[in-house]
């Protein structure tokens, strides 16, 4: 199974960028694509981002399209969340997630990701 591993967070001013990196062991011959979710405190877990395989498709939520930028370099098994413009309401744990990159439906659902990182604190400050 996929191990993924998250770094990149830290506290920030509004309107500032951060980075988050997903890096990925993977399986021999396994193709996958790479969700980014966040949670706050007393929220419920909540789709940020996807991006296949190849990097050629990507989804967004509505409330980070045109501010966050999902990217990937599978030479370095490792999958990129651009943030900037952030926003206090962008402060939460952010998480990276795996999925069979042949999933066509429910991609901005947890539900078929099998694979979770320990996730990475963003505070964002007003």
């Known amino acids: 199974q996929v191990q993924l591993v998250e770094s990149g967070g830290g506290l920030v001013q509004a309107g500032g960028s951060l980075r988050l990196s997903c890096a990925a062991s993977?399986?021999?011959?396994?193709?996958?694509?790479i969700g980014w979710f966040r949670q706050a405190p007393g929220h419920e877990r909540e789709f940020v981002a996807t991006?296949?395989?190849?990097?050629?498709?990507?989804y967004y939520a509505n409330s980070v399209k045109g501010r966050f930028t999902v990217s990937r370099d599978n030479t370095k098994n490792t999958v990129y969340l651009q943030m900037n413009s952030l926003k206090p309401e962008d402060t939460a744990v952010y998480y990276c997630?795996?999925?069979?990159?042949?999933?066509?439906?429910?991609?901005?659902?947890?539900?078929?990701?099998?694979?979770w990182g320990q996730g990475t604190q963003v505070t964002v400050s007003s």
């Open positions: 997630a795996a999925r069979p990159d042949s999933t066509e439906f429910g991609i901005a659902t947890t539900g078929p990701y099998d694979a």
């Open positions: 991006i296949n395989w190849s990097g050629g498709s990507t």
């Open positions: 993977r399986r021999t011959g396994s193709r996958y694509g």
